[in-house]
């Protein structure tokens, strides 16, 4: 018969002192191992290929970066570079760019909800539920090991794609507080992985099936987004109202760009509302035929039309950066508070 | 000490109550066995005693007054759902060491030993392995924690008759080694005989007969004789169950003793643990015979019958 080494448990009145955090960190490993090494594997891979890629596109980019984006004002060797650019370099970085949209949610869902939706569906989580740790603390430590993780693995893959995608902004007339841009830099990038990361946790936990609690993570993910380029033009960095022209117009641009503009109006002669038709009538001129070295706004003061723009300065990028990953980071702990709560109340 | 005790333990869910009303006390170092057709709300109540699900109405403590699922609880309880649930993509290995992590005290060389005791690699995927050796992993690694309550969900249903007998042989070995309590479910309760001390039947969501064995089968006889005389001797005694034949009618009967005189013309046998379960069985489904347990009240249960229900400090047995 098996010996047994170790006394039977004494019988104890008091509860025994919580087992140490540390003891999580082998099975998050063990039972998180695909996610843990998957993740890290594909964005491995990803960023060789953006190197690679990056250094062709920087290059291209050196030697266009002095031409007038307006092809009017082009000479054919500046015509050629951009053709050169537009056919080979653009459309690769639109489908990296579209990725990279998508990768926090593709993240989320993917390591989110079956983390704990697995335990249900499988049955297991009879198993684990009922061990000595305890079943919130374990979802806890699961929760802030693998979150912590592909935050980390987010922003050090943020900082490549930002380095890949820089061109870009120039040729496509974007700036880093374009939606699109904004999204994929800095501490938002990560923070988004995180949030969808912890929409999948607890969706899988609310369902507790994988397949349905991945399909609405993806959902709420983009209603996120979407909501967060709502509101994003009313953090409380200072906006700033005024009539200097912000563009070179199709001339070389000054970089890094223009500002974020949140709205734009004219004022006729003596300041005061312009005929909105006359107006109109310049701005399709301007688009239809742009002037080679003049601006919009200084075509328009030609004609006695001043330009207004309330707009965010690019300086504001980090501020607002703080304020974005802020929040999102605020809902990913409510997220994850809301999961240990269902943890602890989902029965069998 | 009572091992378990619960107070008009309830479960719903949804509109269907899946246990109602239980109040039961279980004396520590017995095995007790949960008997009941399925869905009679045997499984219900061990993951509600295993901390796994939060009961409706009512309380059930373990261990001598922990609440079910309390960190002193799951410390001292361990369980095995049924269907032994293991991570199938985990070796057996890799088991015994998420175990050993997740608790406070795991026997590694005990549990490894008895593994390759029964044959099971531990390099081998825990879904590799046959339904019977994923059991016997469960049990180990509930084994190997040294609980003081081992609560079993259905463990037998996926071995085969000699794995059962192994089972249980392993089951009885800790009792006997280390006292720690057993809750086993079952729904074959002849092979419970020889193992069980403690009796525990459900049927319907209700607690129908809790005991220990011995005094349940002193306290039931099989009287047996004319069919004539079958309606005026039932109406004299405790009738759980009445088998009626042409000629003749064998009525299980609860008696206050062994020594109870029997009719003229009757002939008394005792009762084996199966008879007596189906015969409480049947009786709950409205065929005859009062239930030997009312639930409500604090002292457990109140019966007709001799101590079916001991007060807990009787029930310290010297094992």
Same mark, same amino acid.
């Given at each position: 018969?098996?010996?047994?080494?170790?006394?039977?448990?004494?019988?104890?009145?008091?509860?025994?002192?919580?087992?140490?955090?540390?003891?999580?960190?082998?099975?998050?490993?063990?039972?998180?191992?695909?996610?843990?090494?998957?993740?890290?594997?594909?964005?491995?891979?990803?960023?060789?290929?953006?190197?690679?890629?990056?250094?062709?596109?920087?290059?291209?980019?050196?030697?266009?970066?002095?031409?007038?984006?307006?092809?009017?004002?082009?000479?054919?060797?500046?015509?050629?570079?951009?053709?050169?650019?537009?056919?080979?370099?653009?459309?690769?970085?639109?489908?990296?760019?579209?990725?990279?949209?998508?990768?926090?949610?593709?993240?989320?869902?993917?390591?989110?909800?079956?983390?704990?939706?697995?335990?249900?569906?499988?049955?297991?989580?009879?198993?684990?539920?009922?061990?000595?740790?305890?079943?919130?603390?374990?979802?806890?430590?699961?929760?802030?090991?693998?979150?912590?993780?592909?935050?980390?693995?987010?922003?050090?893959?943020?900082?490549?794609?930002?380095?890949?995608?820089?061109?870009?902004?120039?040729?496509?007339?974007?700036?880093?507080?374009?939606?699109?841009?904004?999204?994929?830099?800095?501490?938002?990038?990560?923070?988004?992985?995180?949030?969808?990361?912890?929409?999948?946790?607890?969706?899988?936990?609310?369902?507790?099936?994988?397949?349905?609690?991945?399909?609405?993570?993806?959902?709420?993910?983009?209603?996120?987004?979407?909501?967060?380029?709502?509101?994003?033009?009313?953090?409380?960095?200072?906006?700033?109202?005024?009539?200097?022209?912000?563009?070179?117009?199709?001339?070389?641009?000054?970089?890094?760009?223009?500002?974020?503009?949140?709205?734009?109006?004219?004022?006729?002669?003596?300041?005061?509302?312009?005929?909105?038709?006359?107006?109109?009538?310049?701005?399709?001129?301007?688009?239809?035929?742009?002037?080679?070295?003049?601006?919009?706004?200084?075509?328009?003061?030609?004609?006695?039309?001043?330009?207004?723009?309330?707009?965010?300065?690019?300086?504001?990028?980090?501020?607002?950066?703080?304020?974005?990953?802020?929040?999102?980071?605020?809902?990913?702990?409510?997220?994850?508070?809301?999961?240990?709560?269902?943890?602890?109340?989902?029965?069998? | 000490?009572?091992?378990?005790?619960?107070?008009?333990?309830?479960?719903?869910?949804?509109?269907?109550?899946?246990?109602?009303?239980?109040?039961?006390?279980?004396?520590?170092?017995?095995?007790?066995?949960?008997?009941?057709?399925?869905?009679?709300?045997?499984?219900?109540?061990?993951? @509600?005693?295993?901390?796994?699900?939060?009961?409706?109405?009512?309380?059930?403590?373990?261990?001598?007054?922990?609440?079910?699922?309390?960190?002193?609880?799951?410390?001292?309880?361990?369980?095995?759902?049924?269907?032994?649930?293991?991570?199938?993509?985990?070796?057996?290995?890799?088991?015994?060491?998420?175990?050993?992590?997740?608790?406070?005290?795991?026997?590694?060389?005990?549990?490894?030993?008895?593994?390759?005791?029964?044959?099971?690699?531990?390099?081998?995927?825990?879904?590799?392995?046959?339904?019977?050796?994923?059991?016997?992993?469960?049990?180990?690694?509930?084994?190997?924690?040294?609980?003081?309550?081992?609560?079993?969900?259905?463990?037998?249903?996926?071995?085969?008759?000699?794995?059962?007998?192994?089972?249980?042989?392993?089951? @009885?070995?800790?009792?006997?080694?280390?006292?720690?309590?057993?809750?086993?479910?079952?729904?074959?309760?002849?092979?419970?005989?020889?193992?069980?001390?403690?009796?525990?039947?459900?049927?319907?969501?209700?607690?129908?007969?809790?005991?220990?064995?011995?005094?349940?089968?002193?306290?039931?006889?099989?009287?047996?004789?004319?069919?004539?005389?079958?309606?005026?001797?039932?109406?004299?005694?405790?009738?759980?169950?009445?088998?009626?034949?042409?000629?003749?009618?064998?009525?299980?009967?609860?008696?206050?003793?062994?020594?109870?005189?029997?009719?003229?013309?009757?002939?008394?046998?005792?009762?084996?643990?199966?008879?007596?379960? @189906?015969?409480?069985?049947?009786?709950?489904?409205?065929?005859?015979?009062?239930?030997?347990?009312?639930?409500?009240?604090?002292?457990?249960?109140?019966?007709?019958?001799?101590?079916?229900?001991?007060?807990?400090?009787?029930?310290?047995?010297?094992?």
């Amino acid at each position: 018969m098996t010996v047994r080494t170790m006394p039977a448990q004494p019988a104890q009145d008091t509860a025994p002192p919580p087992l140490p955090w540390r003891r999580m960190a082998w099975p998050t490993w063990r039972q998180q191992r695909a996610t843990l090494i998957s993740v890290p594997a594909v964005l491995a891979a990803v960023s060789i290929f953006l190197l690679i890629f990056g250094l062709k596109i920087h290059h291209d980019y050196a030697a266009l970066v002095n031409c007038p984006l307006n092809p009017g004002g082009q000479s054919g060797a500046c015509a050629k570079l951009f053709s050169n650019f537009n056919s080979t370099d653009w459309p690769l970085g639109n489908i990296c760019a579209i990725l990279m949209g998508l990768a926090p949610v593709l993240i989320g869902a993917f390591a989110g909800a079956p983390l704990l939706a697995r335990e249900l569906e499988n049955g297991t989580f009879r198993y684990a539920w009922t061990q000595g740790f305890g079943r919130e603390r374990q979802a806890i430590a699961k929760l802030a090991l693998v979150g912590a993780t592909l935050a980390v693995l987010a922003g050090a893959f943020a900082a490549l794609f930002a380095w890949f995608s820089q061109p870009f902004l120039y040729t496509e007339q974007m700036n880093v507080l374009t939606e699109t841009v904004f999204d994929t830099r800095g501490l938002v990038f990560p923070a988004f992985t995180l949030v969808a990361f912890a929409i999948g946790a607890f969706l899988g936990m609310l369902f507790r099936r994988i397949i349905p609690a991945m399909a609405a993570t993806l959902g709420v993910y983009l209603a996120l987004r979407l909501g967060a380029w709502a509101v994003r033009g009313q953090y409380p960095v200072t906006a700033v109202t005024g009539n200097a022209d912000l563009f070179n117009g199709y001339g070389t641009p000054r970089l890094p760009g223009f500002p974020w503009i949140l709205n734009t109006w004219y004022t006729g002669p003596g300041g005061k509302p312009a005929n909105q038709s006359v107006v109109s009538k310049l701005l399709d001129q301007y688009q239809s035929n742009p002037h080679p070295k003049l601006s919009l706004t200084r075509t328009l003061a030609q004609q006695g039309v001043t330009e207004w723009n309330r707009y965010i300065p690019l300086s504001r990028f980090w501020p607002m950066q703080f304020i974005e990953a802020g929040w999102l980071l605020v809902l990913a702990l409510a997220l994850v508070a809301a999961t240990v709560w269902l943890v602890r109340r989902r029965a069998a | 000490m009572n091992v378990i005790e619960t107070s008009g333990l309830g479960k719903r869910y949804g509109k269907s109550w899946a246990l109602q009303d239980c109040t039961l006390a279980v004396p520590a170092g017995q095995l007790a066995a949960l008997v009941g057709p399925n869905g009679a709300g045997k499984s219900t109540l061990m993951n @509600m005693t295993a901390g796994l699900s939060v009961p409706t109405s009512g309380t059930v403590t373990v261990l001598g007054g922990h609440r079910a699922g309390s960190p002193a609880a799951l410390n001292g309880v361990a369980f095995v759902a049924q269907d032994a649930p293991v991570y199938k993509n985990l070796s057996a290995g890799d088991m015994l060491h998420l175990t050993r992590n997740l608790n406070q005290g795991f026997d590694t060389p005990f549990a490894q030993a008895r593994l390759a005791e029964l044959g099971i690699p531990l390099k081998k995927k825990a879904g590799k392995l046959s339904g019977g050796q994923q059991s016997q992993l469960a049990l180990t690694l509930a084994l190997a924690r040294r609980p003081r309550l081992l609560i079993l969900d259905e463990p037998l249903a996926a071995l085969d008759p000699i794995a059962r007998q192994d089972f249980l042989a392993a089951v @009885m070995t800790a009792m006997a080694d280390d006292g720690v309590s057993i809750l086993l479910s079952s729904h074959q309760v002849a092979e419970l005989e020889r193992v069980a001390d403690y009796l525990i039947v459900f049927s319907r969501a209700h607690l129908q007969v809790a005991g220990e064995v011995d005094d349940l089968l002193g306290c039931h006889r099989l009287l047996t004789g004319p069919t004539a005389e079958a309606d005026t001797v039932a109406s004299q005694l405790t009738v759980v169950q009445t088998r009626r034949g042409g000629a003749q009618t064998h009525l299980l009967v609860r008696t206050t003793g062994t020594d109870d005189p029997v009719p003229p013309g009757w002939e008394s046998h005792p009762v084996s643990l199966e008879e007596l379960v @189906m015969a409480h069985l049947r009786a709950s489904n409205g065929l005859s015979g009062p239930s030997l347990v009312q639930p409500a009240g604090p002292s457990l249960v109140q019966s007709a019958g001799p101590s079916l229900v001991h007060p807990a400090e009787q029930t310290e047995v010297n094992r």
